[in-house]
Every structure is written in structure tokens, then in C-alpha cells.
């Protein structure tokens, strides 16, 4: 690089001459081409300039044409007045009305003039009429104007007013004859109109144009604007009167020449009246218009040569340049190739990181001493890569960018801070590089540039090129140069686009996903209302289109934890306890109820439980509320970084408040659905207790029931005995779970249960009220699942306790069991009300028990001895007439034993009634031990008893029999240490056949009997 190539002497004075005359050639062209766009210009100027002319002519002449007919029908209408007046008052006062009648700003002067140009009467200011020559006694010049003027009929006359006031302004005398001596004349001073031809002129582009009003013959009208007063005369024929001898009805014309007094020639454009013999000419001096085409046509020749000389001055220039550049032909030529290369590098790179190892060794290989491409960081500037000498110690250099003395620091670094390109065409003694100046030294480094290179609109590196020759960047080589790092940016750039196009389809699909889930979701629910299922899709869902790489939804369990039952996308497994240091996202998001978006694992800040586990980047966790509480955590992955903008967020915010709405609308319809259960449950137990009689068979039936019909987990009845429960009935979904209750339960102690801790069924049973808990794992008073067992294995999360009463003072309890958050206000109240009806149920059969044991009491007492228990003479009256109705349908057997104690008055008269009465129950008691449970024995008064078997006993049967109930009486009876002794006498009848009236038999055996006493006592006589 940086070698200058030189033509020799006589080559380039040769190329010299030749350009010289080129140059020559082409000043003579532009000359040639300056005259002649002079001329075009000339006769542009003039025909524009008589175009403009004779548009203000004609319209001067429209306006002038317009007013004069206007003026002309007023004066003849009001001379037509004037003849009748026949003194000078009667004019005067014609005059006076005609003014008043004009108004000011139409007629300043009304007059009546004779024909020798004296007043005869006027109203306004004196008007000095031109006077007649010497010698004559009329209006001399005047009047001849004045009779033509009549006679075609027009008159036009203009002066100054003698008023000072009134001086700068132009006035128009307008005439008209009046029949009468004299040849008067009426005239009118209007103000009116030649002001606004003044005004027309003003407004023309041409400062020194000439307004001029001319007869028909060619003469000035008098007065005309164009010339001062007294200068009318008739001329010489003129360009005018020409054109007119032509063509006496000439209506309009354009051309130069002159007109009016001698003098210099005109642009000149008229325009003829239509009603009067005038023409409105309108011209321009020549010479005027040559002045403004000639100062034109200088200022033009002074840009043209100035043109000429850039011009010159540039092409020469350009040939310098071009001699010059011939000595660097070679090197740029090299450099051109290096562009080349690095264009095809920078294009075809894949990713950044392969376009700047490629880069620079090319840069080096091609055209450089040495090529590195350094970062910049906070303070300093990293190397990234590098090639040719020093490339493996650059590493160790100082590139550090600020401090307090920035005017020593590297060349790369100030690039970077000034972030402009920055060279040094002999760094070996420049000062700026002591940092490394044994490097430079070291390695024969000798020139160098350092480019900053923009990235995002900031300073992201610095390209540095170094040569091994002094002066070798040059103003030749420095938009090379450039033009290489801008190949580079311009790389970066495409990068940085490509990225942002990879983010935006990025995001496209993760919004495309989102709005997918939000409308698939809706779907969902309407199939199902199983919060398992609708949170499991949810991460299905998201993760179906491989946009997320993980999805899960955590939820806190009993333990306040949170677990991610529901997963979707790759695999991942967390749970544990978070600490106060190292809190996750989730757990974060969980106890704020708000959004949390981790986009940047990597940062220092984030601490992630999978951060270290999975080639995530990136992660946002959604609070769900149902019902207006957090109910879980939608946690999402990415395997990119900063990929949760605000959009996104909105979006995951809309999907967890559309999957807490739907779970909110779940839940409600399942309680809707628990309750309708419960209802049903309510109906059939009132059944239950409208026909079911036994207890037992009750508590059985409504536990089971509870259980069938609704989504209880167990359900129980007990009652309280003592200090334990006694429980009547459970039924639970697992058997393991009702082995586990029936160890726990005999656990709870209803006496001390201060020291042992409240439970539920002792604050029931306590207080006699309702007790619902429905979170055990969230509640502090009483047992959990951690503590009951079959709590636990049961998956019991929620107990409902009613106290119940059983009607005999016992208390007990209805428990129902179920999962957490089962009982809604509506289901207590049900079951409240089933405890209630049980309650009622029971006392009722209770009292009904009660009724039957009185009624069973007084039959009791009616049919049995008070004194012995056994059935009485009523009951034996009873069963006779049972017995006739029995042999009234079939044969009946029977056998009737009739006893009559012996000894008994003897007993009764010495120790008293007390010891009969004992005596009494002994021998009762004796006598139905010989008995069947099946034989009737009643007393049948005082001390006799009657014995009724229905059947026909065999011979030895009925001998052991009587034995039997002889033996047992004859026994001692102790009674107060007193062994007493009694017998008895036994009549026996038998019928075999079933056919003898009981009574008849009744009365057999009573007549045994008595023939027993009558044979001496203690003895059987059978019949």
C-alpha cells in the first residue's frame, strides 16, 4: 500500500496540450452557443413584452369604452333638462341637483359653459379651461375639439384642478352640447375614472411604460397622461397614423416604432374604443427594454464565465486527478480486489462469528500488514479476533478507553471515544501509542487506522488496519478503507436484521399460540368441566406447537409447596421448598398474586431451580385465580432470552384470567352439581326416616346413603359413651382407610380433652354446634392429615361434625367427610338439617320404645304375680280360652298339673308374712326349673299353682315330672338363718286326644288335688 506512480516529463506534457486545446474547443462552443441564446432571448423578451402591452390596452380600452357610454347617456339626458331653465339661478339650481345627485366621489364640478369657453354657471371648484388665442373671442383650439368631439359624439378633456390638495390627481372633463344661444355646454369634473387607468398602469410589469389616448387621425388627446399640460399638437406622421392609413378600422395592433413628438422608439400595443373614435395605446421605450435585456445579458455573461472558469478549473482539476491517480493504481486496484473479497465474505457468512474469523485473515492475507477487530465493553476494548504479526499478543495489550490521560491512550481507543475513523501514518514515534509502543516496535508495525464500527446506533467495535510502511494511508486509500468497515457494519447489520426477523416470526408464533390456546381452551370447556383435564390441555396445548419447550401449572399442596402436576413440552422435574434467598419465579409469583418473567436465567438475580438443569433461557409464571382466589401458577419455558415482552405478558395475563374464569365456572357447576347431590341425599334420607324404625338399621342406611349419592369420602355416626365414642356406623371409600378410623377413633378421649387437644367431635359435642372445617391441612386447632392417619390414606381434606341426640340424654355425632373445599353454605345447611331430622327421628322412636315399655308393663302387671313374677289367674284365664280356641281348628293335647302347698299357713302364722312371701318366690322359681320354656306355670292364688302343658306326655315322662316338682319344693328354704320346710300336693289330668274342654280338664285336676290332701299331703294324684 501507499506507492505513487509518476508519468514521465514528456508523456505528460503532451497530455497536457491535448486537453489544453479540447479545453479551447469547447470555450469556443459556449460562446458561440452564449450569442445566440442572446438573441433568442432578445426576441423572447420583445413579444412577450408586446403581448403584455397590448392585454393592458385592450383592457384599459374595455374600461374607458364602458365608462364614456355610461357618461355620455347621463350628459345627454340632464342637457335635455337644462333649455328649460331660463336664468342663470334656475341652471344654477339644476347644477346644484345634478351634483348632489352624482355624489362626491363621481363629480367634483358641474358646469354650463358657452361656446367661447366662459361659465355660465358652475357648482365646484374652478377649472381653468385653455384660453383662445390672441385676437379671438372663442375656445380657438379648444372649440373645433370640442364640435367634432359632439358631433361623433364623444368629448374627452383632462386637467390638474387648480385645488393643491388635488394636484396628483388626474381628472376628466366630460362634455355634451346643450340646445340653446349661445352653443352652450354642459360639463362634468368626475374623478373617477382616470384614476383607475393610473392604477391599471401602476400594476404593469414595465416601470416606464406610457399610457396614451389618440384620435382616430393620429393626434395626442389633449391632457393625455403621457404629457403634461399645453403639449397636444398634431405630429408628423408616426407608426400610429401608418397603421391607421392602412386600415382605417384597425381595432387592435402590435409593433415598434414611434408616436406622438419625436423621440426615441417604442414597444408599442393599442386597442380602439368600440363606441368612440379613441384608441389606448400603451408602449415601452425601446431603449428601456434594452437596458433590462442588457443588464440581463451581463449578469448572464458573468455567470457564464464564471461557469467557464469551474468549469475549466474542475476538468483540469479532474486531469490532475486522474495523473495522480495512475501512481496508485496498483495498490487500489489491490485494495479494490480486498473490497471485492470482503463484500463476498460479509454476504455469504453464516453467522457473525464466521464472517469475523474470516474476515480478518483475508484483510491480512490481501492487502495488510495486520487486521484485528476488537469490541467495546465499559472500559476497554476486547480483541476478537485478529491476524498477522503480534495477532497472538494483542491479548495482553492495554486498550483501555477513558481515564485522566485520554491523550495517551491507543489509537483503537480513541477511535472508539471520538467514534470517528482515526489514522496515523507513523506510529513508531507517535506519542498516543506508548501503551504499546514495544509492541509496535517488536512486531515493525508502522502505520495503522482504526475505524469505529455502529451497530444499533452505538459504537460496538473498532476495525483496525495496519501496514509496515509509513504514509501508506493516504487520502486515496481512506474511502477504501472505509468503504471495508462499512462492508463490515453493513454485515453486522444483517445480522442484527436477521435476528430481528427470527425475533419477530418468534414472536409471531408465540402470539399465534397464545390466541391459539385462548380459543381452544373455550372448547375444552365446553366439553368437560374436570379441572384436571382443562389445566393438563392448557399445557398441552401451549406446547403442541413446539414454540414453548415446557409448560406447567403448579399447584400448593397441603404443605404450602408448590407441585406441577400438570406438564406439557420436555420434561422437567420441580418441587421443593423455596428459601428466602433462593425463591423461584413461581413461588414469588404465588405469594404476590402477580406476573413474574424471568427473561435472562443467566443474569445474577435469577434464581431458578432449573436454571442449571435445562437449556432454557427464559420464563414467565401466570397467577390463576379461581373465584377470586390464587388457585395455581402457569409457568412457561422458552429456550430464548428476552422473549416476554409487554404484548406477550397481556397474552399470558388474558389466558390464566380466561382458565380461571372457566375453572370458577367448573367449580361452580360442580358445586351446583354437589349440591343437587346433596339434595337428592336430603329427599331419600327423609324417606329413610319416615319408614325405618331401628336405629341401627338407620344410622347403616343414611351413611351408606350419604356415601351412594354424593361426593363424600366417609361418612360416620357415634355416640358418646363415657369417655369414648361409640360408634354406630362408617362408611368410607377404602377399607384401608376404615381399618385406620377404627384404630384412630378409639384414640379420642371425650373426658380430658384440654390435655389431650380439641378435635372436632369434642368441640360438637362440647358446644353442641356444627363444626366444618374445610382445609385440614390449613387448619392449627385442630388434627390434620399428618397427624389422623386415615385422614391421609383416605385423601381427606375436608370434615363436616352435627351434633345429634339419641333421646335418652346420650349425644353423639354425624360426621361426613369429603375433599377440601366440599362444604359450600348451602351443603352445611342440608346436612344440618338431615342431623336435625335424625335427631328428631330417634327421640321419636325413643319415645315410642318408652310407650311400648308401659303398655308392655301395665299387661305385664296385669297378667303376673306381682309377688313370684310368674303369670297370674287372669293370664291362666286367657290361655284356657286360647287353648279352646286352638282345639276349635285342631286336636290340642294338654296336661294339667295342679299344686297346692302343704305346711305354707304353718310358715306364714310363725315367722311371718315377709318369710311366706320368700318362701313363695322360692317355690316358684323351684317349680319352673322342672319346666320347659314352653309350659305355662301361673299362681293361681294364695299358695296354689297350675301347671298347662300343651301335649300329651308319656306315662314316665309325666311320673319324672311330678317327682321333679316334689322333690324341689320339699327342699329347705333359708330365710334369716332359718331353714324352712313346706310341701305339696299335686293333682294331675291328662287329655291324650286333644278333644276335653280346657276348663274341664282345669277342673279335674283341681278335684285331683284335693283327693291328694285328702290321702295325706305331699303326694301326686293323677286322673
Known amino acids: 500500500m501507499g506507492i505513487h506512480i509518476r508519468l514521465p516529463i514528456r508523456e505528460r506534457t503532451s497530455v497536457t496540450t491535448k486537453y489544453t486545446v479540447v479545453l479551447l474547443l469547447l470555450n469556443s462552443l459556449a460562446v458561440v452557443l452564449f450569442v445566440y441564446l442572446s438573441h433568442v432571448y432578445w426576441q423572447t423578451n420583445v413579444r412577450s413584452t408586446q403581448r403584455n402591452l397590448g392585454a393592458q390596452a385592450a383592457g384599459s380600452a374595455a374600461l374607458l369604452d364602458s365608462k364614456l ?44 359653459v358657452t361656446g367661447h369657453g366662459q361659465y355660465v354657471s358652475r357648482v365646484g371648484p374652478l377649472v381653468p379651461l385653455p384660453s383662445p388665442p390672441p385676437g379671438k373671442a372663442s375656445l380657438g383650439t ?33 362634455g355634451s352640447p346643450v340646445s340653446g344661444p349661445g352653443h352652450r355646454y354642459l360639463i362634468i369634473g368626475r374623478g373617477a375614472f382616470l384614476p383607475v387607468l393610473d392604477r391599471q398602469l401602476a400594476s404593469s410589469p414595465y416601470s416606464d411604460v406610457i399610457l396614451q389616448l389618440l384620435r382616430r387621425n393620429g393626434m395626442v388627446q389633449s391632457q393625455s397622461p403621457a404629457f403634461p399640460p399645453g403639449t397636444s399638437k398634431i405630429v408628423r406622421p408616426d407608426w400610429f397614423s401608418q397603421q391607421i392609413a392602412r386600415d382605417p378600422q384597425l381595432p387592435s395592433g402590435r409593433g415598434t416604432g414611434t408616436i406622438g413628438p419625436r423621440g426615441p422608439s417604442y414597444l408599442i400595443a393599442f386597442s380602439k374604443l368600440n363606441d368612440y373614435p379613441l384608441y389606448v395605446a400603451e408602449s415601452v421605450p425601446v431603449q428601456s427594454v434594452f437596458a433590462g435585456w442588457l443588464h440581463t445579458m451581463l449578469l448572464g455573461l458573468i455567470a457564464f464565465v464564471c461557469l467557464v472558469i469551474l468549469s475549466d478549473g474542475s476538468i483540469l482539476f479532474i486531469i490532475y486527478r486522474l495523473h495522480m491517480s495512475r501512481e496508485h493504481h496498483a495498490s487500489t486496484l489491490k485494495l479494490y480486489n480486498v473490497l471485492s473479497q470482503v463484500s463476498r465474505i460479509t454476504s455469504t457468512a453464516a453467522t457473525e462469528s464466521d464472517c469475523l474469523e474470516a474476515l480478518a485473515p483475508a484483510l491480512c492475507a490481501q492487502a495488510f500488514y495486520a487486521t484485528w477487530i476488537g469490541v467495546a465493553e465499559a472500559d476497554s476494548v476486547r480483541v476478537l479476533v485478529a491476524a498477522g504479526p503480534g495477532s497472538d499478543a494483542l491479548q495482553q495489550l492495554p486498550f483501555s478507553i477513558g481515564g485522566h490521560n485520554a491523550t495517551y491512550q491507543s489509537l483503537a481507543a480513541r477511535a472508539v471515544l471520538t467514534q470517528h475513523t482515526l489514522y496515523d501514518n507513523d506510529i513508531t514515534t507517535a506519542l498516543t501509542h506508548q501503551g504499546y509502543a514495544s509492541f509496535i516496535k517488536t512486531y515493525r508495525w508502522a502505520s495503522g487506522i482504526s475505524i469505529p464500527i455502529m451497530r444499533q446506533h452505538r459504537v460496538w467495535g473498532v476495525l483496525n488496519l495496519i501496514s509496515d510502511r509509513p504514509k501508506a494511508f493516504d487520502q486515496n486509500i481512506l474511502p477504501l478503507t472505509d468503504q471495508i468497515g462499512w462492508s463490515l457494519q453493513d454485515a453486522l447489520e444483517r445480522f442484527d436484521l436477521r435476528q430481528l426477523e427470527a425475533q419477530v416470526r418468534r414472536k409471531n408464533q408465540l402470539i399465534l399460540t397464545f390466541h391459539h390456546v385462548l380459543g381452544a381452551i373455550g372448547e375444552v370447556a365446553q366439553k368437560t368441566m374436570d379441572e384436571s383435564v382443562i389445566l393438563q390441555d392448557v399445557c398441552s396445548l401451549l406446547t403442541e406447537s413446539q414454540v414453548f419447550a415446557a409448560v406447567g401449572i403448579g399447584v ?71 373465584s377470586k382466589e390464587p388457585y395455581a401458577v402457569l409457568e412457561v419455558y422458552h429456550r430464548d432470552k428476552d422473549v416476554f415482552d409487554a ?48 336405629p341401627q338399621t338407620l344410622y347403616e342406611s343414611l351413611a351408606e346413603l350419604i356415601m351412594a349419592q354424593t361426593t363424600a369420602l366417609g361418612c360416620w355416626i357415634a355416640l358418646s359413651d363415657g369417655a369414648r365414642l361409640d360408634v354406630k356406623t362408617r362408611v368410607f371409600q377404602d377399607a384401608a382407610t376404615a381399618v385406620l378410623f ?21 368441640d360438637v359435642l362440647a358446644s353442641k354446634k356444627p363444626v366444618v372445617v374445610n382445609d385440614l391441612a390449613g387448619e392449627t386447632r385442630y388434627p390434620g392429615p399428618r397427624l389422623m392417619r386415615y385422614l391421609l390414606a383416605g385423601s381427606i381434606g375436608a370434615v363436616a361434625a352435627f351434633p345429634i341426640a339419641n333421646g335418652t340424654g346420650e349425644s353423639g355425632v354425624l360426621t361426613v367427610h369429603g375433599p377440601a373445599h366440599l362444604f359450600s353454605d348451602e351443603i352445611i345447611t342440608l346436612l344440618q338439617s338431615l342431623a336435625y331430622n335424625l335427631t328428631a327421628k330417634l327421640r321419636f322412636l325413643r319415645a315410642e320404645e318408652e310407650e ?9 302387671q296385669a297378667s303376673h304375680d306381682a309377688l313370684t313374677q310368674i303369670p297370674n289367674r287372669a293370664h291362666f284365664e286367657r290361655t284356657l280360652d ?5 282345639q276349635r281348628q285342631v286336636p290340642v293335647p294338654a296336661t294339667m298339673i295342679m299344686a297346692d302347698l302343704d305346711k305354707f299357713k304353718m310358715v306364714n302364722d310363725t315367722y311371718g308374712h315377709a318369710a311366706g312371701d320368700y318362701v313363695l318366690q322360692v317355690t316358684a322359681k323351684r317349680l319352673q326349673g322342672c319346666l320347659r320354656a314352653e309350659d305355662t306355670l301361673c299362681r293361681y292364688g294364695g299358695d296354689e299353682f297350675v301347671i298347662l302343658i300343651e301335649s300329651a306326655l308319656p306315662s314316665l315322662t309325666l311320673h319324672r315330672l311330678a317327682g321333679c316338682l316334689l322333690a324341689r319344693v320339699q327342699e329347705p328354704v333359708l330365710w334369716d338363718n332359718t331353714a324352712l320346710t313346706i310341701g305339696i300336693s299335686l293333682g294331675v ?22 283327693a291328694a290332701k285328702q290321702h295325706g299331703k305331699n303326694r301326686v294324684q293323677f286322673r
Do not use: C
Request: charged share 20%.
Open 556 to 626: 400448593p399442596g397441603t404443605d404450602g409447596i408448590l407441585r406441577f402436576p400438570y406438564r406439557g413440552g420436555e420434561p422437567f422435574a420441580y418441587g421443593g421448598q423455596d428459601t428466602s434467598e433462593t425463591e423461584s419465579a413461581a413461588a414469588r409469583a404465588w405469594r404476590t398474586g402477580r406476573y413474574r418473567v424471568e427473561n435472562d436465567w443467566e443474569g445474577p438475580a435469577v434464581h431458578h431451580p432449573l436454571s442449571a438443569a435445562q437449556p432454557w433461557q427464559s420464563s414467565a409464571d401466570f397467577v390463576i385465580y379461581r
Open 142 to 174: 379648444l372649440a373645433p375639439l370640442l364640435q367634432s368631439a359632439f358631433r361623433e359624439p364623444s368629448f374627452f378633456l383632462s386637467l390638474p384642478f387648480a385645488d393643491p390638495l388635488q394636484r396628483t390627481r388626474l381628472w376628466v372633463l366630460a
Open 882 to 886: 286360647e287353648l279352646a280356641g286352638k
Open 647 to 694: 404484548e406477550l405478558i397481556q397474552l399470558g395475563i388474558r389466558l390464566a384470567e380466561l382458565v380461571g374464569q372457566i375453572l370458577t365456572n367448573a367449580r361452580n357447576e360442580t358445586e351446583l352439581h354437589r349440591l343437587h347431590q346433596f339434595y337428592e341425599a336430603l329427599a331419600h334420607a327423609n324417606e329413610l326416616l319416615l319408614y325405618t324404625d331401628d
Open 742 to 762: 377404627d384404630q384412630e377413633i378409639q384414640q379420642i378421649s371425650l373426658e380430658d380433652s384440654a390435655a389431650a387437644g380439641p378435635t372436632v367431635i369434642s
Open 69 to 112: 357610454t355610461t357618461d355620455q347617456e347621463f350628459l345627454r339626458q340632464t342637457a335635455s333638462i337644462l333649455p328649460s331653465a331660463t336664468s342663470p339661478s334656475m341652471i344654477h339650481s339644476d347644477l346644484v341637483r345634478l351634483k348632489h345627485e352624482l355624489g362626491p366621489s363621481n363629480a367634483s364640478l358641474a358646469a354650463v
Open 989 to 1010: 289330668a291328662t287329655d291324650t286326644e286333644g278333644t276335653k274342654e280346657p276348663r274341664q280338664l282345669f277342673k279335674e285336676a283341681d278335684e285331683a288335688v284335693y
Open 852 to 860: 311400648e315399655t308401659v303398655k308392655a308393663q301395665l299387661a305385664y
